[in-house]
């Protein structure tokens, strides 16, 4: 099959280098901001990506892209930056014509890319800091979290917004698409794997059972999508989806993504109820994505001061991770990583 990796994951090691996510909470006043808008940014700066690959296709065509999207979301303050994996699978290069080996190493490349950019980002803000040019404490060193979208976005036919795979999927058939793209983006060691917009509890089934089946040492965080403030967008309960989370040892987070703002604060106290894991949001803009035309709308997107507006009561309901999904920019992430330094300078003065 040519596959060369070490999968050996009973000998795998957390790099020491990492931080964890626990000890970054504590480094960032128990508060840590993610990205935003992979794709969104790539596209401002040129790239085509109206594809079934979607911004994976970059990998192939316009690494250097990936690299300066990531460099932008530190620059704006992102302590988690996600790698361009979300809707890499191998399955879907190989229909690209690529071979096994070219699209696990393509996997991998993500996750290389998302790490060589964080380590430069914090070697020449250390430098900047020892030159008395910089602020000490200004910027946290990183994590690098492989992003593992759901099935439906590798369909590339919206169902990631419905959760609809039809009468004949079963949880066998989703462990066997995910496991081994799971596997080899957890070879490449990045600290977190962000498994996102998990659209039903099938497939919410699938990913915990499957975690816990090959002993992944690296911790994840799962993150659901909702079209209605309530439940998952199949229709399935989301309490019902977070419980299965919960009971997961390697998850480590569990919260909400792709999914209008004004939703969010419902959403984070009903998890809450669930679950005492850490709480990760990061929603769209607010805007709709329309699967049939393959384009968000804009009707009820929200500016950037609006959605950091929301950035305090999500904060109070229990997050601790923030950062945006589709539509959003490093304006934004700039915005609710300024919001959320204020917010504890404000407490460590008061």
Not at 42 to 71: F, Q, Y
Not at 214 to 221: I, K, T
Not at 247 to 265: E, H, W, Y
Not at 280 to 290: A, L, T
């Amino acid at each position: 099959m040519g596959h060369t990796l070490n999968l050996h994951h009973d000998t795998f090691q957390e790099p020491e280098r990492s931080e964890t996510i626990t000890e970054l909470l504590k480094q960032a006043g128990g508060c840590v901001v993610t990205d935003g808008g992979f794709a969104t940014q790539l596209e401002r700066h040129g790239a085509d990506i109206n594809d079934p690959l979607w911004s994976a296709l970059c990998l192939i065509t316009m690494p250097h892209l990936i690299r300066t999207v990531h460099k932008e979301y530190l620059q704006a303050g992102a302590s988690v930056i996600s790698t361009a994996s979300y809707q890499a699978t191998i399955q879907g290069f190989q229909s690209r014509g690529l071979s096994t080996k070219e699209a696990e190493d393509l996997l991998q490349t993500s996750v290389r890319i998302a790490q060589e950019e964080r380590d430069s980002f914090w070697k020449e803000y250390q430098n900047k800091v020892r030159a008395g040019t910089a602020h000490a404490g200004l910027y946290q060193r990183a994590l690098a979290a492989a992003s593992v979208g759901s099935y439906g976005a590798y369909l590339a036919d919206g169902s990631e917004y419905s959760g609809d795979y039809g009468p004949s999927m079963t949880v066998d058939k989703l462990k066997d698409f995910h496991r081994r793209r799971l596997m080899v983006l957890a070879d490449a060691g990045p600290d977190l794997i962000a498994l996102e917009t998990i659209p039903c509890k099938l497939e919410t089934q699938a990913l915990v059972e499957l975690l816990a089946e090959e002993n992944l040492r690296v911790p994840a965080w799962i993150s659901f999508n909702s079209k209605d403030g309530t439940n998952v967008v199949s229709g399935d309960s989301l309490s019902d989806c977070v419980a299965l989370a919960d009971k997961c040892t390697q998850v480590r987070a569990v919260g909400i993504n792709c999914t209008p703002p004004r939703f969010i604060l419902d959403l984070i106290q009903a998890v809450r109820k669930v679950t005492n894991k850490l709480i990760v949001v990061y929603p769209n803009s607010g805007e709709y994505y329309d699967p049939e035309i393959k384009q968000w709308v804009e009707s009820t997107g929200v500016s950037d001061t609006d959605f950091v507006s929301y950035v305090h009561e999500w904060r109070n309901a229990g997050a601790q991770l923030i950062g945006g999904c589709c539509r959003t920019t490093p304006n934004t992430i700039e915005a609710i990583s300024k919001a959320l330094r204020e917010h504890t300078h404000a407490h460590v003065t008061n």
